[in-house]
């Protein structure tokens, strides 16, 4: 294949150490570096994806692109930014969010918006802001990763105590194998195939097969690396970004 090409500053970004990227159109790449807003790596081109000086400045963590074409942007103290052809919009507590310090993102198979603040969760459906918080049955106010079950729709939480939530029907469960302590700050979770859990969190990767925890990274020898993201491949593998590679 290609080589490998590394983009940071020397390339025009403001900063080279990235909070976040996300896929756009026509498979560009979209970054967010260190308080710098949102940027455009798009082949040889990169440029800020829009001139607003509001999105200019904000500190963005996290970026999430919705099925038609919305740019969610979770940001360290402003919320949660909107852009969408040179528009931007913004949600915050004052929109009903119930934390200004957003961390994560997801889409329900329904098209409901699953937004993780430092507060609480809110559901965002283009008109109004639900919430859940723990007075609902939420582990922690702080969500730290949410993913969607491809098969039923229900959705997985992972909170920065370790522990992971299974939300289906109104109904929290919590996994008995993740309050043990061994993942530490939950960052990532993907539903394999056969229903079970891949788990990315400060202190590695690990497989959760119903009560059964299997660390799989670091490997004997390595430093622990905190694992950040998994992307399911088209040939069933999995990409797993890590914390210095």
Request: proline fraction near 5%; charged fraction near 20%.
């Amino acid at each position: 294949g290609e080589p490998l090409r590394r983009l940071g500053q020397p390339e025009g970004l403001p900063d080279p150490r990235l909070t976040d990227l996300c896929l756009g159109a026509n498979d560009q790449v979209i970054c967010s570096p260190r308080g710098s807003g949102v940027w455009v790596l798009d082949g040889d081109e990169v440029r800020p994806i829009d001139t607003n000086p509001q999105l200019a400045t904000m500190d963005v963590l996290s970026l999430f692109r919705t099925s038609d074409g919305m740019l969610y942007m979770g940001t360290e103290n402003q919320g949660v930014g909107l852009w969408r052809d040179g528009v931007l919009d913004v949600l915050g507590p004052e929109s009903g969010l119930l934390g200004s310090a957003v961390r994560c993102f997801e889409e329900g198979l329904d098209g409901l918006i699953y937004i993780g603040t430092w507060g609480g969760l809110s559901i965002h459906d283009r008109d109004r802001l639900v919430v859940l918080d723990v007075d609902q049955g939420l582990a922690d106010n702080v969500t730290t990763a949410i993913t969607v079950s491809e098969q039923d729709g229900s959705l997985w939480f992972g909170f920065p105590d370790g522990r992971i939530q299974h939300y289906r029907e109104g109904e929290f469960t919590t996994l008995a194998a993740s309050t043990r302590g061994a993942l530490h700050i939950v960052k990532a979770i993907l539903e394999r195939s056969d229903g079970g859990l891949l788990v990315g969190s400060d202190y590695g990767l690990f497989r959760l097969d119903g009560d059964d925890l299997h660390p799989l990274l670091p490997v004997d020898g390595e430093a622990i690396r905190s694992v950040n993201h998994l992307f399911p491949q088209p040939d069933g593998s999995v990409l797993v970004t890590a914390y210095g590679g």
